[in-house]
């Protein structure tokens, strides 16, 4: 019972930046986890970054050092800031959040990012 609503995706050229929103919204939250994937065209999806309620994160090894996850958890909102994009950055960038005690993660509508050489 929770939406997550991405925002921010666009068009930026290789070495831009960009930063990625999502809400969350609906009742009896408990959210224990948030985070971004993603899905190139005849790619599968792959995890992005992740954020705990606590603070923890962890990253991709292919964004480690250019993206930085971060979490205002009074506004049940997840952010994703991206620097030193690469044209390999292209994708649909998808929400997610896990709540506690629920197996099922919930996930966003996705946003475009697409980066140009």
């Known amino acids: 019972q929770v939406q997550l609503v991405e925002s921010g995706g666009g068009l930026v050229q290789a070495g831009g930046s960009l930063r990625l929103s999502c809400a969350a919204s609906g009742s009896g939250l408990n959210i224990v986890l948030m985070g971004w994937y993603r899905q190139a065209p005849g790619k599968q999806r792959e995890l992005v970054a992740t954020?705990?309620?606590?603070?923890?994160?962890n990253y991709a090894d292919s964004v480690k050092g250019r993206f930085t996850i971060s979490r205002d958890n009074a506004k049940n909102t997840v952010y994703l800031q991206m620097n030193s994009l690469k044209s390999e950055d292209t994708a649909v960038y998808y929400c997610t959040a896990r709540r506690f005690l629920i197996t099922q993660q919930s996930w966003g509508q996705g946003t475009q990012v697409t980066v140009s050489s």
């Open positions: 954020i705990t309620s606590g603070g923890s994160t």
